[in-house]
């Protein structure tokens, strides 16, 4: 939805799988410390042998994400140098361990896409055909959701159907492109109230007035 209204996203789950391309360094680290049983018959990392081993162990989650992160990190650089210099002032990475990496510090803004577990867990077990206890698993690593919310900038609400979700993100972007960042719902003061999860939307003009702008081309 970012990128229909011109804004790049950089997804870190897709930076993840090239650094463990085939006769990569990164595979062969991977390699070199899980062994060749996470590779499937074409040489490829089987990313849920590998996940089936690492969710079961924090160390081992820990000796993965210390090959993979660095890796990861380098590339996201070589992108965003190359966005830069096309001209984008806006850039969306989208990272599934954006506070457990630190990474949070390096962004101007966060954006919380969330539903309930229960929500999350079916859609996950859909998406990826993992079963329920493999999600439960990867969710266990993560932070839980009150303290992302806590540390989040802005938040989507992902529980209804994309019309909904859309909205929010339209929504969005007047305050993304001027820079106005509220506080995170966490570092309210004094008992007020936080800010609301998304931006209220530009007021409409009135019927017979100028038509809204179409959005952005794609990149």
């Known amino acids: 939805m970012f990128e229909d209204c011109g804004i790049p996203v950089v997804s870190a789950d897709e930076l993840s799988r090239v650094v463990v391309t085939p006769g990569s360094e990164g595979l062969g680290a991977v390699v070199a410390a899980f062994g060749e049983g996470v590779l499937d018959d074409n040489g490829e990392l089987n990313r849920r042998k590998l996940g089936a081993v690492v969710f079961k ?45 630190g990474l949070d510090k390096q962004v101007k803004a966060v954006i919380l896409v969330s539903a309930p577990e229960a929500q999350r867990i079916a859609r996950v077990v859909t998406r990826d055909r993992l079963t329920e206890s493999e999600v439960r698993a990867r969710l266990a690593a993560q932070l839980d959701d009150a303290s992302r919310r806590a540390r989040a900038h802005f938040i989507l609400e992902n529980d209804k159907d994309l019309g909904h979700l859309k909205q929010q993100v339209l929504d969005l972007l007047p305050a993304l492109r001027s820079g106005t960042i509220p506080r995170p719902a966490g570092e309210a003061k004094d008992g007020g109230p936080a800010r609301p999860a998304v931006p209220p939307p530009p007021p409409r003009p009135a019927a017979g007035g100028p038509p809204r702008p179409p959005p952005l081309p794609k990149p």
């Open 57 to 101: 162990d924090p160390s081992l989650r820990q000796k993965l994400e210390s090959i993979l992160h660095p890796r990861i990190r380098e590339r996201f650089q070589d992108v965003l140098a190359t966005l830069s210099a096309a001209g984008h002032k806006l850039v969306v990475y989208e990272v599934p361990l954006l506070f457990e990496t």
